[in-house]
């Protein structure tokens, strides 16, 4: 039998709730792992410690504070040097102010690394085979209803995959090639409201909204798109239903 190894990105927001709700199905050792890198806010972290928790998966919390160092022209690292759009007409065209320089590149390198490191592990100190390992990398980029940020295509995941693979040990020396899973990416915001519904996953303590106040704001772009993809898929959002409670 094969000994799948994966890691899953969890923001606390709805897609990738959705992704790591579907990517416990697909293998035996999952471990999630949420970046925090001093966004505005906190109040993802705790969603994504909460959902973890709720979905029994392995969690870590990785404080990348210095993100906002390095790719800071950015709505999102930046806030008091780039006001974050709000009630936007012209979402979808240009790469927006939200774009964090290479963000997913560097959250695709530290993810891999980590990954990496529990399968030399459980080959070198605990000797499994390395022919029945397989090693998974699941995000939740979405390349349709949004954005327009060119690290959330699937030309990019199909190249980045490549050099994770040129770089690494786990396949140089035990012939183990990371895959990256993307299950949302060419789906609706309509779609993955469905899937989250149809998985059962534990959308009730996700947060989208770029506002880290008690209820979302409803304005921001983000909050905008779920609610659009709600009502699309005819769907009450449980957050909401939640929240009323």
């Not at 890691?7 to 697909?26: K, M, N, P």
């Amino acid at each position: 039998t094969m000994s799948r190894y994966g890691i899953t990105l969890l923001s606390g927001g709805l897609d990738s709730t959705t992704v790591t709700t579907f990517a416990r199905s697909e293998v035996d050792h999952l471990s999630a792992i949420t970046f925090y890198y001093g966004q505005t806010h906190s109040k993802e972290v705790e969603c994504a410690e909460r959902i973890a928790k709720e979905l029994d998966v392995d969690h870590r919390l990785l404080d990348i504070s210095f993100l906002g160092e390095i790719a800071w022209y950015s709505a999102l690292t930046n806030p008091e040097l780039f006001p974050l759009p709000k009630n936007r007409t012209e979402i979808g065209f240009g790469v927006p102010i939200t774009y964090v320089p290479l963000r997913n590149t560097i959250f695709l390198s530290l993810a891999a690394a980590l990954l990496e490191s529990s399968i030399l592990k459980s080959i070198e100190s605990e000797g499994e085979d390395p022919e029945r390992i397989s090693a998974s990398i699941f995000m939740a980029p979405n390349a349709i209803d949004y954005s327009g940020y060119p690290d959330c295509r699937p030309e990019f995941y199909e190249k980045a995959v490549d050099t994770l693979n040129e770089g690494c040990k786990i396949a140089a020396q035990y012939n183990i090639k990371f895959e990256i899973h993307t299950p949302i990416i060419n789906m609706s915001k309509a779609d993955i409201a469905k899937l989250a519904q149809k998985i059962n996953a534990p959308v009730h303590l996700t947060w989208s909204c770029y506002e880290g106040r008690e209820v979302p704001c409803r304005s921001c772009d983000s909050c905008v798109l779920r609610a659009k993809g709600y009502e699309e898929a005819g769907l009450i959002d449980p957050l909401f239903e939640n929240l009323s409670k």
